[in-house]
């Protein structure tokens, strides 16, 4: 029972490239999410996903674009990193508006 | 409890004790609340929840109890064990659910 998993785990980038984060769960959930965890915050939503093709802004969108092509992906891309996008990101899913299932986070340092 | 500072509260608690954490919520709208646990490299894990037509909810060795008068929720862990030592937050969801907001955390700490 793989569940949600992310990757890759750690990512060191340069500020100005193209990075993209991977997320996929096994549980056919509809709803899928992608936050950042930074010192000082709670967890605060990049963007969102209801179903496949749909997608919408959370709390902290600008620098990030995501796609929901199947049910089971949910990729975030960083178009140009900056170094106030270093990070840890976490995706989740859940069947409803509730509960949600975290990923184990990916480490994300932008040089 | 929880801070927005930047260095997480921290609880200190002697194994075989019990732990309450705290979290003081913002909209008195918000009727569904989580608890959850992350442990260090980790991500979130769900630990139990509760809604708001409830005062109080028992898990295995946690306990939620909710007092909508003062937004306050708090977590209670029973014979805290060292597999406890985590970070520990809450999140509520208001009756939309349109947008959930996560505390910041406090850090338990179980000392052998």
């Known amino acids: 029972d793989a569940g949600i998993t992310q990757s890759p785990r750690y990512k060191i980038t340069e500020t100005g490239r193209q990075v993209t984060l991977m997320c996929h769960q096994t549980?056919?959930?509809?709803?899928m999410f992608w936050y950042r965890q930074d010192l000082g915050h709670g967890l605060r939503l990049i963007y969102y996903?209801?179903?496949?093709?749909?997608?919408d802004k959370g709390e902290v969108p600008d620098g990030y674009v995501v796609s929901r092509s199947k049910t089971e992906n949910f990729p975030l891309t960083l178009e140009s990193a900056t170094r106030s996008q270093t990070s840890v990101y976490f995706c989740?899913?859940?069947?409803?508006?509730?509960?949600?299932?975290f990923g184990p986070g990916t480490r994300l340092l932008v040089l | 409890g929880e801070s927005v500072g930047l260095h997480l509260p921290t609880l200190s608690v002697q194994e075989g004790d019990n732990s309450i954490i705290n979290c003081a919520y913002s909209?008195?709208?918000?009727?569904?609340f989580i608890w959850y646990k992350q442990e260090s490299g980790k991500g979130p894990q769900f630990i139990i929840d509760?809604?708001?037509?409830?005062d109080k909810r028992q898990g295995q060795r946690v306990t939620v109890l909710l007092n909508k008068t003062v937004k306050h929720l708090s977590l209670q862990i029973a014979a805290t064990q060292p597999g406890d030592s985590a970070v520990y937050f809450c999140?509520?969801?208001?009756?939309?659910?349109?947008?959930?907001?996560f505390g910041t955390g406090t850090k338990l700490q179980v000392i052998p």
């Open positions: 909209n008195s709208a918000s009727d569904y």
């Open positions: 996903s209801a179903a496949a093709d749909i997608t």
């Open positions: 549980w056919s959930h509809s709803y």
């Open positions: 989740a899913s859940s069947s409803g508006k509730e509960t949600q299932y």
């Open positions: 999140a509520e969801f208001p009756r939309d659910r349109q947008k959930v907001t």
């Open positions: 509760i809604r708001s037509n409830m």
